[in-house]
């Protein structure tokens, strides 16, 4: 019998029609431009002035860059997942889903634990799910944090399964109970529990917070400079009367041993570390990466993207489903686009219909195996070369395919042990970790320089954009933190652009042409301020001045109806 499809793809046709139809307009009026811009630079008298030259410079760059752009938009698709179609619950694949922290200070313990919990509340068999927070800080108040949330999670999860709430996370859910029609109504049942659970929650979060005071100011040096920390959560959990409670997904501190004089390759490092940790501990073979202020808004989203890993019409060249950044902290006018409106609503939905979109930091789901490369024809010797000396950790490698959880937490101390080796800062000296393996270290960007190595395979991957955000977290609302972003995001493109990984001459000959127009525009991204600068300086100058850079009568009555036309439409949709 044929089964029903998982998911379905909806090619998005007035969109693309209506994009279309744009960008020829658009290119319309570029055609004019240029036309009267060259026909003025050839004639042999006036010379042309030197803003002209710039300005025109400007607008040829500008025009390049949006040409890129129109990749986006040319076929843009919309997905649907049945998750009701999936296999029963023991057939699942195990996923491991890895948080990211560095700096207690600015990343508040009690946020991330609600993360580690909304992660651990994830609808999906617990014995297939596995939690484990990368610690960069190594910071003492965040390894109590995880204690104390191993502790809450005992009534927590089963609160959660038992009434099928649909807000996991607990100071979401505590903070909103007032409009919350979360829950069955009415139930008297419900509203007991729900009170013990708050209460339960406040000496928590006291808990917690209590930590945080107590740490003295030396965790500030030890940050740059401390041992690997590895610790289990897994005390038995029994009730008053001695019975085993409900079934809990594992979960796992690491603080991987940071020396000044080793580089620790910020996040992707950090990921590496809970890529080799989570290996000899349970291997799923499916990772979700989280930031460690995006906590899980729907707890479906696992099985939404099972609904794309297990299908197998895509799966053999499915890398990761990469769910939209959704931000919970957007203030009304958002002058800076801290929800960056344009990746999420228009480039990523157009990559979709393309190869796939590109990878973002937090939020998706990634099959293990794509970040290890091609196995096929490695031997043991090859296999240390590219991944250390660890038995145990090649071992997993060879295992990946095995579905579920191993949960190989038996003989501790020895697991602890090769943890330890596995997390500490040399072991991944002479190896491929980060170069071939792994997160990809040579952009601070490790997202966007990963994504595009595995498109560069021939690896595919999809957007999936359900009407209920998945996560959500936290944007920058301010000039300031915008800034210091942003500077770090177009440093991270400009590395990739300016190495032998330039998409235009790397990506070009590894991916279909829409695909590298894609990554194109990004590695252009950072050259905008050239164009910006000169066009908001210039034309000023040249007015003040008396210096013609703008079409006079010269130009022909179609071509400049063409232009005009479109700039106005163009400013219309600015404005709109
Ligand atoms: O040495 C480090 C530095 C950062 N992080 C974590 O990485 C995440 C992202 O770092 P953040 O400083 O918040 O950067 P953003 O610019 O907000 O992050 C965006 O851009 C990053 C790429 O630079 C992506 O990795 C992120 O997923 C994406 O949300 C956070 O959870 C950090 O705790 C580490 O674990 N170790
Ligand atoms: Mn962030």
């Given amino acids: 019998m044929k089964s029903l499809p998982l998911h379905a793809c909806t090619p998005s046709i007035s969109s693309a029609i209506i994009n279309r139809s744009y960008s020829l307009l658009h290119f319309t009026a570029l055609v004019a431009l240029f036309y009267y811009r060259l026909s003025s630079i050839l004639l042999p008298k006036p010379k042309p002035s030197l803003p ?25 698709v919309s997905r649907t997942t049945f998750p009701e179609r999936l296999p029963e619950d023991e057939e699942l694949p195990g996923i491991d889903v890895f948080i990211c922290t560095a700096d207690h200070k600015k990343e508040p313990p009690l946020e991330v634990m609600n993360t580690v919990l909304s992660a651990m509340a994830l609808d999906y068999p617990s014995d297939k799910l596995s939690v484990y927070l990368s610690d960069d800080g190594g910071a003492s108040v965040t390894l109590l944090g995880m204690r104390e949330a191993w502790l ?12 099928g709430l649909k807000t996991r996370c607990p100071e979401v859910y505590f903070s909103s109970l007032e409009d919350n029609s979360d829950g069955p109504l009415h139930s008297l049942e419900y509203e007991e529990e729900k009170e013990k659970i708050k209460g339960k929650y406040e000496l928590f979060k006291e808990r917690v917070n209590k930590a945080g005071e107590n740490i003295g100011s030396e965790e500030a040096t030890s940050s740059k400079d401390h041992s690997p920390v590895i610790e289990v959560m897994d005390d038995e959990p029994k009730d008053d009367a001695g019975i085993k409670q409900a079934k809990m997904p594992l979960l796992v501190y690491v603080s991987r041993e940071k ?35 995006m906590y899980c808004n729907d707890p479906t989203s696992a099985r939404q993207a099972m609904c794309f890993h297990l299908d197998p019409k895509i799966s053999p060249s499915l890398a990761f489903i990469q769910f939209p950044q959704k931000f919970r902290n957007i203030n009304k006018n958002d002058i800076y686009d ?41 031997d043991v010797l090859h296999l240390k070369q590219s991944f250390g000396h660890s038995n145990e950790f090649i071992m997993s490698v060879h295992k990946i ?9 038996e003989s ?10 596995l997390a500490s800062c040399t072991y991944e000296k002479n190896t491929l970790w980060g170069e071939q393996m792994g997160f990809l270290y040579h952009s601070v960007l490790e997202d966007y320089f990963t994504g595009f190595i595995l498109h560069c395979k021939g690896k595919t991957s999809v957007f999936c954009n359900p009407s209920k955000p998945a996560f959500l977290g936290s944007s920058t609302t301010n000039l300031n933190d915008m800034m210091v ?60 001045n008396g210096i013609p850079i703008y079409p006079q009568a010269r130009i022909p009555t179609l071509l400049s109806s063409i232009l005009i036309i479109h700039f106005k439409f163009h400013s219309c949709a600015l404005s709109f």
């Fill in 338 to 378: 801290g929800q960056l409106r344009k990746i999420f609503v228009i480039r990523w939905p157009g990559m979709d219909g393309l190869q796939g979109p590109m990878l973002s930091g937090t939020g998706f789901y990634m099959k293990r195996e794509a970040l290890y490369g091609n196995l096929s024809q490695k």
């Fill in 152 to 163: 809450f999670a005992r009534s927590w999860l089963p609160f959660c399964r038992r009434f």
């Fill in 401 to 409: 395919y095995q579905y579920g959880a191993i949960k190989n937490t």
């Fill in 485 to 544: 972003q942003g500077t770090r995001w177009n440093f991270g493109l400009f590395e990739v652009t300016l190495s032998k990984f330039c998409p235009f001459i790397y990506g070009l000959s590894r991916m279909p042409v829409l695909q590298t127009m894609c990554y194109g525009y990004l590695a252009l991204q950072p050259l905008y301020f050239l164009p910006l600068w000169c066009l908001a300086t210039l034309p000023q100058l040249c007015l003040l």
């Fill in 412 to 421: 501790s101390s020895k697991l602890q042990q090769e943890a330890q080796f």
């Fill in 52 to 76: 002209y030259l710039l300005v025109f410079a400007s607008e040829m760059l500008l025009s390049i860059i949006w040409l890129f752009d129109q990749a986006y938009t040319w076929r843009p």
């Fill in 259 to 293: 020396r000044p004089s080793h580089s620790h390759h910020f996040k992707a490092g950090a990921l590496n570390v809970l890529l080799r940790v989570s290996g000899i501990m349970t291997n799923s073979p499916y990772i979700l990466v989280l930031d460690c202020d």
